[in-house]
């Protein structure tokens, strides 16, 4: 039995005001593509003010969910929904079944694939399931995301996917995510903080590394903590090669890049929140990164095999 009726509870009132300032950020608006393969992940760590994952865009942003790309079309002259049309539009694509219906999509085996056992899906691709206040968000018959989930300080949020498939949530700051794992019940879904993201920088050595040096320089870390910075430096990674006294330390790369910009910045995130759709084309801030690498003594160079 289909049900698009939008949750009403008093607890989900009174969670309303933090679960939304997570939810601008991770939300899913209008036209849904079809499926792409790969990890193509989550939203940055930007302020929860600033619309959907990323920087506002001016006609329209690029949303990344593990195996998924969403689009969101923004009015040139309204580039930000409110409350409401937000949740309107998840429902819309979302439709909402009983948890206990038949499942109006699956795998089916393709007679037609090159690969031996390969599967196709068949039917509806998105909807969701109430689990008391919390509502589950479904892709191709799993669980991506979950709104109003139940957080360990007894509040409630957004709960989604990074690149990696590891569930997340936003943390108080709205700058740090916090990895951990999901559980769900028929009468709620319960996120618990687990083992956090950690990076160990490689040593800097007699060889030129690029990704040794930056990770120990308190100056170039600092300035990466601002997102505009952090977007210029994915961008220059992604495109040039880096030489130091004529030897390579660099070779560009986007998934590389992102991992690195993502490690860097200590905040939670994954690749999957610059690549492939992230980067910057402020000159202010390009010309500062690349300030920053020469005062390195890094030299970059595009285009060199």
């Known amino acids: 039995m289909l049900s698009r009726v939008p949750p009403t509870s008093s ?3 009174a969670a309303r005001a933090s679960h939304w300032a997570g939810f601008r950020r991770l939300t899913v608006n209008h036209a849904i593509s ?66 206990n219906a038949e499942l109006p999509g699956r795998w089916v085996p393709d007679t037609l694939s090159p690969i031996p056992g390969g599967k196709t899906w068949h039917g509806q691709k998105h909807w969701s399931t109430r689990h ?9 018959g799993e669980p991506y995301r979950i709104d109003f989930a139940l957080y360990p300080d007894q509040s409630r949020g957004v709960v989604q996917k990074n690149g990696y498939g590891r569930w997340r949530r936003l943390a108080k700051n709205a700058r740090n995510w916090i990895h951990g794992t999901i559980q769900i019940n028929t009468a709620d879904v319960v996120f618990r903080d687990g083992e956090q993201l950690i990076y160990t920088p490689p040593q800097i050595t007699s060889v030129p590394d690029l990704e040794a040096d930056l990770a120990h320089d308190a100056g170039f870390l600092e300035a990466l903590q601002d997102d505009g910075f952090a977007d210029a430096t994915y961008e220059i990674l992604k495109r040039d090669h880096f030489y130091r006294s004529g030897l390579p330390g660099w070779r560009p790369g986007g998934a590389s890049s992102a ?47």
């Open 11 to 13: 607890s989900i009132t």
């Open 34 to 99: 079809a499926p792409i393969r790969g990890p193509h992940g989550v939203q940055r760590g930007a302020p929860p003010q600033q619309n959907v994952f990323t920087r506002p865009r001016p006609k329209a942003d690029i949303c990344r969910y593990t195996h998924w790309v969403f689009v969101i079309e923004i009015s040139p002259m309204k580039n930000k929904l409110s409350d409401e049309e937000q949740q309107a539009s998840l429902d819309k694509n979302f439709p909402f079944i009983e948890q």
């Open 132 to 140: 008391g206040d919390a509502v589950v968000r479904w892709g191709l």
């Open 259 to 305: 991992r690195l910009v993502a490690d860097l910045r200590g905040l939670g995130e994954c690749f999957s929140d610059w690549h492939p759709w992230g980067g910057s084309r402020d000159e202010t801030h390009l010309r500062s990164v690349l300030a920053h690498l020469a005062g390195m003594g890094w030299e970059a160079k595009q285009d060199q095999e």
